[in-house]
C-alpha cells in the first residue's frame, strides 16, 4: 500500500471532520492521501488541518494560477489510484451524476480516469428525494462505488439514513477498492448471518436463553463483509460491537430473528449460527410470578418456528444455506442427521462440551455435506470465519 495513493475530496458538512480521521487511518496504513477542500468543507475542516494529517498540500481553487501552474487540475485527477469524496453531499452527487464541472471538486470527478468511491452525508429527507435518488443510481449504473450511508441521529437532530459511514468502514472500502476485484469475490453477493442466542419471555422479569456468546456469528458476518458482501447480521442479544460495514437487525424471540432473516431475502448466502431456543412459553405471564406456598408454577412449552428449515425450504431460498450444530455428544452423527432433516447445504458442528468454547475465542469444527466431513484443528473464531468465508466464495464462483 505504500505505492497507492488517493485523491480525497472533502464536501461541505458536518461530517466533514470524520475525512480528518480517515486521512489518519490511511496515512497509517502508508497510503498517499492528496485532499481536495471544497469552499464548504472549508466552513467544517481547516486546510491546515488537512494538511497536517495528509501530509501533502490541499487543493482548493479551480482557478489557482499557483496551482495550475504546480499541479493542472487534469493531472491533479489522474495522479492517484482511486477518487475518494466524502462526504459526498447531496450537492456533489448531483453535480457528478449530471457531468457539471463548476468547480475544483466537479471538473476533477469529470476528468478523472480512475475509480471513485463516494460515502454519501445529508439530511435523511435530502438522501430519500427522489432527485437524489435518481442521482444515486446514475452514479452507480457509470461505476461509482458507495460506502454508506448509516441510519443514525444527525447533527440537524433527525434521525435515518443519511448519516456518514464512519472512518473505519470507509477506509476499509477503500483498502478493498485499492486491492482490486480478486481480493472481494463476493462484491455484489448478498448474506444473512444470525448470531448469538434468543430470548423467550415468561414474565416482564424472567426469560428463557442460552450461553452463547454471538463471537463466531460476528467474526463470519465480518468475514463475508471482507470478501464483499452486502452482510445483514441478524443479532439476539449480545454485547459486541457491529462489524465494520455489516448492517445489523437486533432482535430477542426466535419469532422476530425469524421474520428479520425473511424481512432480508432474497440473498445469495444463508448462515444460521445463532443458538436459537427450541420452545417457548406458550403464554407470557403480564406481571411477575411469585413464589406460592403451592410452589413453582407450570410453564406449557410450545415449539419455535424453525429458521434454518425455514430458510432451506423457501421459494426464495438462498444459493447456499448453512446451518450450525452445537452438542455435547455425537457430534459428527447429529449434525448428518440435522443436515438431512433441515434441507440446508452444510452444517458446521462443534462440540460445545470442549471447556471455553460456548463464550470463548477458539472453535474447533466439522463441516459436514453431503459429500463427506471436513474437519478442522481448534483455532480462533475469526480464523474459522475466514476460513469459512473463502469456503463459501469457492462454492459461489
Not at 462526504?87 to 466537479?106: E, I, Q, R, V, Y
Request: with cysteine; aromatic share 4%.
Amino acid at each position: 500500500m505504500s505505492q497507492k495513493r488517493i485523491l480525497l475530496i472533502v464536501g461541505g458538512g458536518i461530517a466533514a471532520y470524520k475525512a480528518l480521521e480517515l486521512t489518519r487511518l490511511l496515512r497509517k496504513a502508508g497510503v498517499g492521501v492528496r485532499p481536495i477542500l471544497t469552499a464548504a468543507g472549508a466552513q467544517f475542516v481547516t486546510p491546515l488541518s488537512l494538511s497536517a494529517l495528509a501530509e501533502d498540500k490541499v487543493y482548493s481553487e479551480l482557478f489557482s494560477l499557483t496551482d495550475e501552474a504546480e499541479m493542472g487540475h487534469i493531472e491533479l485527477s489522474r495522479s492517484a489510484d482511486l477518487v475518494v469524496v466524502a462526504p459526498a453531499t447531496a450537492d456533489l452527487m448531483a453535480k457528478a451524476a449530471n457531468g457539471h464541472a463548476s468547480d475544483l471538486a466537479s471538473t476533477t470527478i469529470l476528468a478523472t480516469d480512475k475509480p471513485v468511491l463516494m460515502a454519501p452525508a445529508m439530511n435523511v429527507r435530502m438522501w430519500e428525494h427522489p432527485a437524489t435518488r435518481r442521482n444515486l443510481a446514475t452514479l452507480k449504473g457509470d461505476g461509482v462505488l458507495f460506502v454508506g450511508p448509516d441510519e443514525g441521529a444527525m447533527a440537524c437532530g433527525e434521525f435515518g439514513f443519511g448519516r456518514m459511514a464512519e472512518p473505519p468502514a470507509i477506509f476499509a472500502a477503500i483498502m478493498a477498492a485499492l486491492e482490486g476485484p480478486a481480493a472481494r469475490p463476493l462484491a455484489g453477493k448478498r448474506a444473512i448471518v444470525t448470531a448469538g442466542p434468543t430470548a423467550e419471555p415468561i414474565d416482564p422479569v424472567r426469560l428463557l436463553t442460552n450461553r452463547s456468546s454471538g463471537k463466531q456469528g460476528f467474526a463470519i458476518a465480518k468475514a463475508l463483509a471482507d470478501l464483499g458482501a452486502e452482510v445483514t447480521l441478524v443479532a439476539g442479544p449480545v454485547a459486541l460491537a457491529t462489524p465494520v460495514g455489516v448492517r445489523r437487525v437486533d432482535v430477542e424471540t426466535a419469532r422476530e430473528m425469524l421474520a428479520a432473516c425473511e424481512a432480508a431475502l432474497p440473498a445469495d448466502i444463508a448462515v444460521c449460527v445463532a443458538a436459537v431456543s427450541d420452545w417457548r412459553p406458550e403464554t407470557e405471564a403480564g406481571s411477575k410470578m411469585k413464589k406460592g406456598a403451592d410452589g413453582p408454577p407450570a410453564i406449557t412449552l410450545v415449539e419455535n418456528p424453525d429458521i434454518l428449515a425455514t430458510l432451506s425450504r423457501s421459494d426464495r431460498r438462498p444459493k447456499l444455506v448453512v446451518g450450525f450444530a452445537a452438542e455435547t455428544n455425537d457430534v459428527e452423527d447429529y449434525a448428518k442427521a440435522k443436515l438431512a432433516r433441515k434441507g440446508c447445504d452444510w452444517i458446521v458442528a462443534n462440540d460445545v462440551s470442549v471447556a471455553g468454547t460456548m463464550g470463548g475465542d477458539d472453535n474447533a469444527v466439522a463441516i459436514v455435506t453431503a459429500a463427506g466431513i471436513e474437519r478442522w484443528e481448534r483455532t480462533p473464531k475469526s480464523e474459522v470465519a475466514r476460513k469459512l468465508a473463502e469456503r463459501m466464495a469457492r462454492a459461489l464462483s
